[in-house]
C-alpha cells in the first residue's frame, strides 16, 4: 500500500505560512529522512507548524517507522512521559527547535538534504504513528495506529466529502493529533489536494487563503466561532467548497451564524485518536445542527446502556456509543489490560462517550460518559444540550455544563459561563424555557474564560479549579 497515494507533481503540494514544497522535493527531503532514521524502533518528531514535521512524518512513513508526535508545547513531564513510554530513539526537529534535555538523539532534519525516494517497507499493518492521548484521566497512552487505519479512514472521508486531487485544502491546526496531522497531511497527500497550512488558525489567514484557491476547510469550534466574530473573512470564504468542524461538538449557535455569513451549512463528523473518524455529515447530503452525522463506509454502529442493554434508535435516549471499523487502532502501546477493557475481541471498540441515534441513522453526540452525562433526580441529562441552549442566549460566548454532587438529587446541573450583562438566576429561567424543568442548571458560576487544551476542547476536570 501506498499511504502517500500515487504520485501527482502539480506544483507546490504542501505550504506552510511563507514556505513550500512540491511533492517531488518533499519526497526526496523525506527519503533522506528515511534513509537517517532506518531500523529504528520509533521517532519522535518535535510537531511544530513547520515543513520540517510534514518532512520527518513523511520520512517516518517511508522508512516503515513509527512516528511519536510531540506536542511542541508539552512540559518536561509529558514530553518524558511520551518520549519514555514510546521508546523513541531519534529526535526529529529542525536545527536548534527542540532544547529538551537528555532523551533520544537529535536529528536536524533541515541538514539532511535530499535523497532519491525511499521505497515504503512496511507492510499494511505495520504501526505508523504512536499518539498520545489527552490523559486527562492518568498518564497520557500511546495509541497503535497502523498505515491501514490511516488509509481506510482516509479513503472514506474523501468518499464521504468528495475530496478530490481538485480540491486545496486549508487549515491552521497543530501537527501532533489526528485533525490536524492524520486528516489535514496524510490526507491531502493521499487524495493528492495541496496542503495550505496557515501556522495559526486566524479568521484572516483563512480568508487569504482563498488566494491560493482554498475549497477545503477545517476548523474546530473556536476557529469558527472566531470566523464569525469576523464577517469580512467569514464572508470571504463563500467561495469555498466545503468547511468541516470537528474535535469537539459545534455549538448550534455557532453553527447557524457560519452558515448565515458564508452560505455553508458546516459538515460535523466525528471521531477519536482511537478511531479516527467514524461518523460524518456527507458533502453532496444533509448537514444538521447539533448532529455529526451517518457512520462512513465500513463502519457499524451500537448504543448500549450501562448494564450493557441495547439502547432503541429512537433519537432521544443516550448510550454509549459502540464502533467497528477497518480504521480502529490496534491498541495502547504497553497496555495490554486497558486495551482489553476498551476493545473487544470481536473488534468492537467501546468510546466512552455517550450518542443518541435517530431512526434514520443520524447520530448526535451527547458528550463524555466520565463528564458529560448527569444523573440528577432520577433522570439522564446530556451535558451538550444544556450547553446548546446556553449558547443560544445573545450574551452568552461560551458555556460548559458538568454535573457536581447534590445531596438530594445525587448531582446537579452545573454551568460554567462567560457572559456580559445576563445574570445566573436570567440565564437558569433562559434555559428552563427551552428545556425540561429538570435539565435547567442549578447553579451557573459566570467566569472570565474556559480551561481549553490545544484543540480548543473545555477541559472539564479544571472547571471550578
Same mark, same amino acid.
Not at 519526497?27 to 518532512?55: D, F, K, N, P, Q
Not at 497531511?185 to 501556522?199: E, K, Q
Not at 468492537?348 to 441513522?361: C, K, L, N, S, V
Given at each position: ?90 529526535? @526529529? ?10 532523551? &533520544?538523539? $537529535?536529528? /536536524? #532534519?533541515? %541538514?539532511?538534504? +535530499? ?121 470571504? @470564504? ?10 469537539? &461538538?459545534? $455549538?448550534? /449557535? #455557532?453553527? %447557524?451564524?457560519? +452558515? ?133 442566549? &445573545? ?58 487544551n490545544a484543540m480548543g476542547k473545555v477541559v472539564k476536570t479544571r472547571l471550578g479549579a
Open positions: 500500500m501506498d499511504l502517500l497515494g500515487p504520485a501527482r507533481d502539480t506544483g507546490e503540494a504542501v505550504r506552510i505560512g511563507d514556505r513550500a514544497l512540491s511533492r517531488e522535493e518533499l519526497l526526496r527531503r523525506a527519503s533522506a529522512v528515511a534513509g537517517e532514521i532506518g531500523g529504528a524502533s520509533a521517532v519522535a518528531v518535535h510537531a511544530t507548524a513547520s515543513l520540517e514535521t510534514v518532512v520527518s512524518v513523511v520520512g517516518g512513513i517511508l522508512a516503515g517507522v513509527p512516528v511519536v508526535p510531540l506536542p511542541p508545547d508539552s512540559g518536561p513531564a509529558e514530553r518524558d512521559h511520551i518520549l519514555g513510554d514510546s521508546g523513541a530513539q531519534l529526535m @526529529l526537529a529542525a536545527k536548534g527547535a527542540y532544547e529538551g534535555e537528555g532523551g &533520544p538523539k $537529535p536529528i /536536524p #532534519v533541515d %541538514e539532511l538534504g +535530499a535523497a532519491d525516494r525511499a521505497p515504503e517497507r512496511a507492510d499494511d499493518a505495520a504501526t505508523a504513528l504512536i499518539l498520545y492521548t489527552s490523559g486527562t484521566t492518568g498518564a497520557p497512552k500511546g495509541v497503535l495506529v497502523s498505515r491501514r487505519a490511516i488509509a481506510a479512514g482516509l479513503d472514506a472521508l474523501a468518499d464521504a466529502w468528495e475530496w478530490t486531487a481538485g480540491d486545496t485544502l486549508v487549515h491552521g491546526l497543530p501537527l501532533f493529533h489526528v485533525h490536524g496531522l492524520v486528516l489535514g497531511v496524510f490526507g491531502a497527500l493521499r487524495t493528492g489536494s495541496p496542503l495550505v497550512h496557515t501556522v495559526k488558525p486566524r479568521p484572516e489567514a483563512y480568508a487569504a487563503a482563498r488566494e491560493r484557491g482554498g475549497t477545503l476547510y477545517f476548523g474546530v469550534p473556536t476557529v469558527w466561532s472566531r470566523v464569525c466574530d469576523d464577517p469580512a473573512s467569514a464572508r470571504a @470564504l463563500k467561495g469555498a467548497r466545503l468547511l468541516v468542524s470537528g474535535s469537539a &461538538p459545534l $455549538p448550534v /449557535p #455557532v453553527f %447557524e451564524r457560519l +452558515a448565515g455569513l458564508t452560505g455553508h451549512r458546516p459538515v460535523e463528523r466525528y471521531g477519536m485518536t482511537e478511531t479516527l473518524i467514524t461518523i460524518s455529515a456527507r458533502a453532496g447530503g444533509d448537514r444538521r445542527p447539533g448532529y455529526v452525522g451517518m457512520p462512513l463506509t465500513g463502519v457499524e454502529t451500537r448504543l448500549a446502556a450501562e448494564d450493557g442493554a441495547p439502547v432503541p434508535h429512537d433519537g432521544e435516549t443516550p448510550g454509549e456509543l459502540y464502533v467497528r471499523a477497518p480504521m480502529v487502532f490496534d491498541g495502547y502501546l504497553g497496555r495490554p489490560e486497558a486495551t482489553a477493557q476498551s476493545l473487544a475481541a470481536d473488534g468492537w471498540f467501546r468510546t466512552g462517550d455517550i450518542a443518541a441515534i435517530g431512526p434514520d441513522g443520524w447520530h448526535r453526540i451527547v458528550g463524555r460518559a466520565s463528564t458529560d452525562l448527569i444523573k440528577s433526580g432520577g433522570y439522564r441529562i446530556g451535558a451538550g444540550e444544556v450547553e446548546n441552549a446556553l449558547l443560544s442566549h &445573545p450574551a452568552v460566548r461560551e458555556a460548559a455544563v458538568i454535573g457536581t454532587p447534590h445531596a438530594d438529587l445525587g448531582e446537579q446541573v452545573t454551568a460554567y459561563v462567560v457572559a456580559e450583562g445576563v445574570t445566573g438566576e436570567q440565564l437558569i429561567g433562559f434555559v428552563a424555557e427551552r428545556l425540561s424543568a429538570h435539565k435547567r442548571p442549578r447553579v451557573v458560576h459566570l467566569v472570565g474564560s474556559l480551561p481549553r
